[in-house]
């Protein structure tokens, strides 16, 4: 299969494309502050949250009533609860979403952690 029909398939954005992108057109002046986390292979959804908080501040506040989230990012979140040892309350306020909902995460996936 040709390169471009395999990316074309998959399922995952480019984030670190997005973001260029957006950074370049809309806001160069923040370009240097997200250089750090635009270098990276990957960007996570911690990242994501960050370039958000960087180019966006308070601003950028959306509607999470329709947001999903996947496995792997509800175990990053938890991880990252655990490893800064805050309670649900904290968490939720964080990553803004319920913290009934963080409980419930917890409750769920509590095998994988």
Not at 55 to 84: C, M, P, V
Not at 88 to 107: H, I, P
Request: hydrophobic share 35%; with cysteine.
């Amino acid at each position: 299969m040709n390169n471009n029909i395999i990316k074309m398939m998959t399922p995952n954005p480019d984030y670190k494309k997005i973001y260029t992108d957006l950074l370049i057109k809309k806001h160069p002046n923040k370009l240097s502050s997200c250089s750090l986390l635009l270098q990276k292979e990957v960007l996570t959804i911690l990242d994501i949250l960050r370039l958000n908080k960087i180019i966006w501040g308070d601003e950028g506040q959306f509607d999470q009533k329709h947001k999903a989230y996947k496995k792997s990012t509800i175990l990053e979140i938890l991880e990252y609860q655990r490893k800064n040892g805050l309670n649900n309350t904290e968490t939720a306020n964080y990553f803004k979403l319920s913290r009934n909902t963080v409980a419930k995460w917890k409750k769920y996936f509590s095998c994988s952690i």
